[in-house]
């Protein structure tokens, strides 16, 4: 059947978090994706559920870290921290006549970033203001009914072959892209946008 529409996951397909200071933090950023305390162990595997608990969880994890934890994290949730992979653009713009959506696990709004930088979806949907994660395949069904297709028509893509593969649980194709630096990944959108009809 012919792919008639396009839904991205957001961070490690379309855009990545880099910045100078994420390098310099590395160790304490690799420490906020994996929290040794157990006490935020239960809200950090909630924490795309919800924007209240994505900020207390990095706020506590930061706290020790930097000296204004508050506005280093938003920061971390604004244009500044996120950069495009080279052909994200061109793969939006080659798209354009095709109904497009982003299906994110993320605990906060991705939308200013997008705007940000002028690229254009046609939906957003984020796991907190759904209230379901990845690979949930509920959260892809209602990207897919908010862009008017079939899922048999629509084409998932993303770094995550257990979270963005569960869109084959309702019938989409998947295509994994590898998380990479985005500099060491300038085409790979493009090569899966030039199999989407448009």
């Not at 040794?36 to 870290?65: C, G, I, M, N, S």
């Not at 998932?156 to 593969?165: C, F, K, L, R, T």
């Not at 590898?178 to 009809?197: F, H, K, N, Y």
């Amino acid at each position: 059947m012919t792919i008639r529409a396009a839904l991205f996951d957001f961070s490690g397909t379309l855009f990545r978090m880099e910045h100078p200071e994420i390098t310099e933090l590395g160790d304490v950023l690799r420490a906020v994706t994996t929290p040794d305390d157990p006490r935020l162990k239960a809200a950090w595997e909630q924490r795309d559920l919800d924007a209240d608990q994505h900020r207390y969880v990095f706020h506590t994890l930061l706290r020790d870290a930097v000296d204004d934890h508050e506005t280093f994290y938003d920061r971390m949730c604004s244009a500044e921290f996120w950069v495009p992979y080279p052909d994200t653009a061109e793969t939006l713009e080659l798209l354009k006549n095709v109904p497009t959506a982003i299906v994110s696990n993320m605990g906060f709004d991705i939308r200013p970033i997008l705007q940000a930088h002028d690229m254009r979806v046609d939906e957003v949907v984020l796991s907190y203001e759904e209230g379901m994660i990845k690979p949930d395949p509920r959260i892809f069904k209602i990207a897919c009914e908010r862009l008017g297709v079939n899922p048999e028509e629509t084409l998932m893509v993303g770094d995550s072959e257990e979270a963005d593969g569960g869109a084959i649980q309702i019938g989409c194709r998947f295509q994994w892209v590898e998380q990479l630096p985005t500099g060491d990944r300038p085409d790979a959108l493009l090569a899966v946008a030039r199999t989407i009809s448009v």
